[in-house]
């Protein structure tokens, strides 16, 4: 049985959202609703993405420091997780120029994980940046007594500002006021950096996790920043957004998807990155829902991981095809990779492959000698220069 779109629940906000996460709708079709309330429940209880979004700010951290300390003798050839977010990589020595230019100076980021049905603020990650360089951060899990401040003229709750908000947009406005105080009360010397609130729903953060190609996650990043875009997609809100948008961020969604994860791609040297996915992600999916690591990961693999140039769809098309036929995504024609071209097995499968292929290379097969380094992060091994 394939499930549709009129099987996801009205009362779901971020229900028009769902098609286009491309790994997330897969799972959806194949199991439902029912398996998604019943696995949602196990993955907030386990608070899996709030661990693996904290393991991956600290090594991107550690990474950092590691660069301007000079222990990693090329930082050009060794990837890590951006800053603002810990989702997609980003070449070890452009992180702190990246941030910088795309956060400025002296700024606070605060990341905030919805629920997409209950609506309710899940958990909390906030990192703060001097000129570029991460000094400060925290979390707050589902069950920090901090969740239960309350806006000053509201009376609201930060857990329940967003089911109390018609938008992402004015919830982040809402939490704004609060978590400015936070930041004022634990930091006063940064009470007048820029402050910078991302609201994400869960839905959205899963399906970025489960992206294995980098060009394709920074399409799909692209895609869930633009959905309230009137130009694009011109949905009832954002998947995920920041408020305020910074600058060049907002010029980038503005640009299109290509332009977009083109950018975004020049900042890991216009190179295919297939991600590295952490064990305590491939250990819990492996545990808890064999089910998805097979169809989320393994299934990726058989089918081929696409190169570059086939991941850069332009929306347009997306939407055309929407229209044509129910679906935003499309099979992509000519070779992808595959674990034998690389020479791996699926036991090696998701260390992290940074390869010799950028947006203008032409599909074919390739082999292990496009292996640039295997890994991210301090754990970074150089295969060649």
Same mark, same amino acid.
């Given at each position: 049985?394939? $499930?549709?779109?009129? +099987?996801?629940?009205?009362?779901? %906000?971020?229900?028009?959202?769902?098609?286009?996460?491309?790994? #997330?709708?897969?799972?959806?079709?194949?199991?439902?609703?029912? @398996? &998604?309330?019943?696995?949602?429940?196990?993955?907030?209880?386990?608070?899996?993405? =709030?661990?693996?979004?904290?393991?991956?700010?600290?090594?991107?951290?550690?990474? !950092?420091?590691?660069?301007? +300390?000079?222990?990693?003798?090329?930082?050009?050839?060794?990837?890590? =997780?951006?800053? #603002?977010?810990?989702?997609?990589?980003?070449?070890?020595?452009?992180?702190?120029?990246?941030?910088?230019?795309?956060?400025? +100076?002296?700024?606070?980021?605060?990341?905030?994980?919805? /629920?997409?049905?209950?609506?309710?603020?899940?958990?909390?990650?906030?990192?703060?940046?001097?000129?570029?360089?991460?000094?400060? &951060?925290?979390?707050?899990?589902?069950?920090?007594?901090?969740?239960?401040?309350?806006?000053?003229?509201?009376? =609201?709750?930060?857990?329940?500002?967003?089911?109390?908000?018609k938008n992402l947009t004015q919830s982040a406005h809402y939490?704004?006021?609060?978590?400015? /105080?936070?930041?004022?009360?634990?930091?006063?010397? &940064?009470?007048?950096?820029? =402050?910078?609130?991302?609201?994400?729903?869960?839905?959205?953060?899963?399906?970025?996790?489960?992206?294995?190609?980098?060009? *394709?996650?920074?399409?799909?990043?692209?895609?869930? $920043?633009?959905? *309230?875009?009137?130009? #694009?997609?011109?949905?009832?809100? @954002?998947?995920?957004?920041?408020?305020?948008?910074?600058?060049?961020?907002?010029?980038?969604?503005? !640009?299109?998807? %290509?332009?977009?994860?083109?950018?975004?791609?020049?900042?890991?040297?216009?190179?295919?990155?297939?991600?590295?996915?952490?064990?305590?992600?491939?250990?819990?999916?492996?545990?808890?829902?064999?089910?998805?690591?097979?169809?989320?990961?393994?299934?990726?693999?058989?089918?081929?991981?696409?190169?570059?140039?086939?991941?850069?769809?332009?929306?347009?098309?997306?939407?055309?095809? #929407?229209?044509?036929?129910?679906?935003?995504?499309?099979?992509?024609?000519?070779?992808?990779?595959?674990?034998?071209?690389?020479?791996? /097995?699926?036991?090696?499968?998701?260390?992290?492959?940074?390869?010799?292929?950028?947006?203008?290379?032409?599909?074919?097969?390739?082999?292990?000698?496009?292996?640039?380094?295997?890994?991210?992060?301090?754990?970074?091994?150089?295969?060649? /220069?």
């Open positions: 049985m394939v $499930f549709t779109y009129g +099987d996801i629940p009205d009362s779901i %906000r971020t229900k028009p959202f769902w098609p286009l996460g491309r790994t #997330f709708w897969k799972l959806f079709q194949e199991y439902g609703i029912n @398996y &998604w309330n019943k696995q949602k429940s196990t993955l907030i209880g386990s608070e899996i993405v =709030y661990k693996l979004l904290k393991n991956r700010l600290n090594e991107a951290i550690l990474t !950092a420091k590691d660069v301007i +300390d000079g222990k990693i003798k090329k930082p050009w050839r060794v990837l890590t =997780y951006t800053l #603002f977010p810990p989702i997609v990589a980003i070449r070890s020595d452009t992180q702190q120029g990246t941030m910088r230019l795309l956060f400025g +100076d002296s700024v606070d980021c605060t990341f905030v994980i919805i /629920d997409d049905e209950s609506l309710e603020t899940i958990f909390i990650l906030n990192c703060h940046l001097e000129d570029g360089i991460p000094v400060n &951060w925290w979390f707050v899990n589902s069950y920090d007594e901090l969740l239960e401040r309350r806006h000053l003229k509201l009376g =609201y709750k930060l857990k329940d500002i967003p089911k109390k908000s939490m704004m006021s609060i978590l400015k /105080d936070i930041r004022n009360e634990r930091t006063p010397n &940064w009470r007048n950096s820029t =402050y910078h609130i991302a609201n994400i729903y869960i839905s959205g953060a899963i399906n970025a996790i489960l992206e294995l190609s980098n060009y *394709a996650a920074y399409c799909q990043m692209w895609d869930g $920043f633009a959905t *309230a875009f009137k130009k #694009f997609y011109n949905l009832n809100d @954002y998947w995920f957004n920041f408020i305020p948008w910074p600058p060049l961020i907002n010029a980038l969604i503005n !640009a299109g998807r %290509r332009k977009f994860a083109k950018r975004w791609g020049a900042w890991t040297g216009n190179k295919l990155f297939i991600n590295h996915i952490e064990d305590i992600i491939l250990n819990w999916l492996k545990n808890d829902m064999p089910e998805v690591y097979e169809s989320a990961f393994i299934k990726q693999w058989e089918s081929g991981i696409e190169f570059p140039i086939q991941s850069l769809i332009s929306s347009r098309d997306l939407i055309k095809n #929407f229209k044509e036929n129910g679906t935003y995504h499309f099979k992509t024609s000519g070779h992808k990779i595959h674990l034998e071209d690389l020479g791996i /097995d699926e036991h090696d499968a998701f260390k992290g492959y940074y390869l010799r292929i950028d947006h203008n290379f032409i599909p074919q097969k390739i082999d292990p000698s496009y292996i640039i380094s295997v890994g991210l992060g301090r754990n970074t091994k150089i295969i060649q /220069d």
